[in-house]
């Protein structure tokens, strides 16, 4: 049975608790069956809103529709009943980890076709076609939890399949999914169209999607509306993903060791995920850290601030890590968490403002220098809010700033610049080279975004095939 | 979250989840248990170290309780935590899943006594004195407790007691003003005076 | 056995052996747990815990009940003994079902609400996560040169939003998984409460009743 539904959003208009405006006001779009459609926007524009709106989870679980249907061929998402729904449309989430409830492959999926009441003579038979689509067989009886982001969403778009779902919406699927486990993920999607699936996919990052994507919408941010491009359009949009950025880094060469790193190796879930890798973070420059998703890089932050384990020798200033004071430790190699909630120890800005001002380890940060800072990234106004409904972009820019007044002597940043918009980036660059050239800080950053950061970096570690090494260019 | 008046499936996620992290944290402390035990022991004094730390086997309950504001919230809270704690194979067996409906019993007596209806300092001392109570008389049965001398016997009532006035009263009113203020719960969260 | 029957019976002894004091009825629940647990072929490591550990904590209680209180030798071994059948009441249970047949069981069986079965069943499943976050938010606090302690309201505080924002994501990707509250579901395996169940549950349960009848300690 192929319907074709195609899903309509008709003057849509959104709005979550606390929030001083609508995320989605008045969005019109039509996103045709049979298609591979891309919304781009960037990072907390409102796309992961629509496409719960679209599921039918918003407005159940969060905030209140305020105008507006959405249709699903002919009929609106909020008069189909919860239980025929699924079968209809399915949203694949953004973090792997929190998408399944059940401990392995092959319970969840049997969970999932049990809520569908599909005959249990059937269970089997669906289930295991449905791995065998997406190549995954081996992966039924394994533990949802000992599985890297690749092969967990490739197990969330199993189950997609096995549920027959119509309409299947995907948002930034990729952002823990190593390159191959991506390529391999985007040919089933193509070959889902191809069977008369109608599939929305909600990214930022545009790699790869140019010749995949049937259609492509953008959300605007400014004005909170979406749109489909032509040709010219797309042609600019995918244009920065697909031209090599041509930033040159020097060789460490006589510059002294801050830290060091031994035969190190990561074992995750049994599988070997870097090393055994050996080589030195040099003392008072920026390093930057490349690689694709899902191979490690942030996994290599956790080992650096011991939270994970690992074996091998890391060591600071000539020091066996593992023998320093856990305390002592914390404040000397301090990491800026990739997700800002995580930092945060206080409830309002001034809290955590005043958390890292009483111990900071440098009288580099005055008051005044703060007040300018905060000026710069248009925090201001916003220093007694609350952390937590901040944007995300404000989130990472307090997060920033605290961590910057700590002063510790190595701050490691993953990916600092995530959801910035340019102005504020190149503030946060600038702060960034002060605190290194004035401080004498040394920083190692993980950073997918490049673009509007040249001259930062002194040097570029690149992390491919489990093994660091210096390059003196990207890619 | 905002709270209906009855139980859905990410409420019971919800209160779930907190019960286990409290476990967790409870359980990154247990050494602290072990020690006060292996101090307390050659006094005949052992009791005293569960005693200290009750109120944090107990947290679970009052927190869940006023938290998501619908009956039984407080029993589930603190049961479901021993009940995974006994699943996982803790070192006290079956007794975990019977403590644990017994300090659930005595937590959410004190949100029955105020009929669901009071959120604030009161409801939580009402909670500590029962759960207090209850889980007292439970251990006169269990473990003898109605065998010391009287004296003794007060003192262990007390430090029970002043453990989960602190733990479940003091610090879990800290915590949910934390919550207030971050207003993450939605509306309708902050207490009624 | 069935794991509802199974948690029931174990829960009935547990709860009697709480008012009883008999100590051969608590040694011969221990020896029959142990046995179960030898069929099962559980690890030598647990075993070696379950014998020595709970040994510890149960001798300084009945240490204190003697020197601080009037306690008599008859009842320090009733409480003595009371301890380790607990421990093998439980492990006779969690030793040799799994969370995921439990939760069928009560699902099928005990026709527990499956909004409780799978909302628990998914917490229980992200425990590795919940470890892991309590470890990150000490971290976290520690680089800022807090050290969070067992009575900081941070660290609960920040344990719960975790909470928060899981159960929501949680909730909405089960719901995407076709979830709906109170709504039928099919059964890829039917549990089902054999006759043999019942018979062995109860004629255990009806012949330990024997003991406290019988003149020994």
Sequence with gaps: MVNLVNVTVHDFTFQYDHAPRPTLNHVNVTFPDHRFSLLSGPSGTGKSTLLKSIAGLYPEFSGHQLSGTITLGEHAVSDIAASQRSSLVTLLFQDPNQQFAMDTVEHELVFALENLQVPANEIN??????????????????????????????????????????????????????????????????????????????????????????????????????????????????????????????????????????????????????????????????????????????TFFSALTRLTNYTGLITYQQKNIQKIRRSRYATTVNLMFQDAETQFVNVTVNEELALSIKHSQTNFYTQHRIDSMLADLNL???????????????????????????????????????????????VVAQLLKSAMTELGQTLIVISHQLNGLDGLFNYHLQLRDGQFSYQEALG | MSHSSSWHLRSIILLALISLFFGVIFW??????????????PMGLAPFANEILIGVWCMAGPVAGYLLRIPVAAFLGEFIGAAVEMLLGSQWGASDLIAGAIQGVGSELGFTLTGYKRYNWGTLLLSAVTVTLVTFGWDMIKNGYGSYHLPLLLGLLAVRFLSNFFFGGVLTKAIVNLLDRAHVLGTGATPQN | MNPTVKLTLIMVLALEISF???????????????????????????????????????????????????????????????????????????LTTTPYQLAQSLEQNAHLP?????????????????????????????MRGVTLHFWSPVLYFKAILAALKWSENTAEAMTSHGYVEDTPRSHVITISISRCDYVTAVSLFILLQGILFLPVP
């Excluded at chain 1, 399949?161 to 299947?168: F, G, H, K, T």
């Excluded at chain 1, 491009?229 to 460490?252: A, G, I, K, N, V």
């Excluded at chain 1, 307090?398 to 701050?411: D, H, K, R, S």
């Excluded at chain 3, 799978?118 to 919940?130: F, H, K, T």
Aim: net charge positive; proline share 4%.
């Design chain 1, 125 to 298: 038979d669906r289930l295991d076609k449905a791995l065998a689509f997406i190549g995954i067989s081996q992966l039924k009886h394994r533990t949802l939890t000992q599985l890297s982001g690749g092969e967990k969403q490739k197990v969330a778009l199993a189950i997609i399949v096995a549920m027959n779902s119509q309409v299947i919406l995907l948002d930034e699927p990729f952002a823990s999914v190593d390159p191959e486990a991506r390529h391999s993920l985007l040919l089933n999607l193509k070959r889902l169209v191809n069977q008369g699936k109608t599939v929305i996919l909600a990214d930022h990052d545009l790699t790869e999607y140019e010749t995949i994507a049937d259609n492509v919408f953008a959300l605007d941010s400014a004005s909170r509306q979406i749109k489909e491009l032509d040709r010219d359009e797309r042609y600019q949009l995918f244009q920065p993903f697909t031209r090599p950025l041509s930033q040159q880094f020097s060789l460490p060469q006589q510059q002294p060791e801050m830290m060091s790193v031994q035969d190190l190796k990561l074992v995750q879930n049994g599988r070997l995920l870097l090393g055994p890798s050996t080589f030195a973070l040099m003392a008072h420059r920026a390093t930057l850290i490349t690689g694709a998703n899902g191979t490690g890089k942030s």
């Design chain 2, 28 to 41: 990154v402390i247990s050494p602290l248990y072990d020690v006060l035990t292996a101090i307390l022991t």
């Design chain 1, 380 to 426: 201001t106004e916003h220093r007694n809010q609350v952390l937590y409904s901040l944007s995300e972009g404000q989130k990472k820019k307090v997060q920033l700033v605290c961590m910057l007044i700590m002063g510790a002597p190595v701050l490691l940043l993953d990916e600092p610049f995530k959801g910035l918009d340019y102005q504020s980036l190149q």
């Design chain 3, 20 to 94: 009883t004091q008999s100590i051969t009825m608590n040694v011969i629940l221990t020896l029959l747990g142990l046995i179960y647990l030898l069929i099962h072929r559980i690890r030598w490591q647990t075993l070696f815990y379950f014998l020595t550990i709970p040994g510890l904590f149960a001798a300084a209680l009945v240490w204190s009940l003697l020197y601080q209180g009037t306690a008599t030798n008859h009842f320090a071994g009733v409480i003595f003994s009371r301890m380790y059948a607990y421990v093998f009441l439980g492990g006779a249970f969690s």
């Design chain 3, 114 to 142: 499956t909004k409780f079965v799978y909302g628990i069943l998914a917490a229980v499943n992200m425990l590795p996560r919940i470890r892991r976050e309590v470890a990150t938010i000490r971290s976290a606090a520690q």
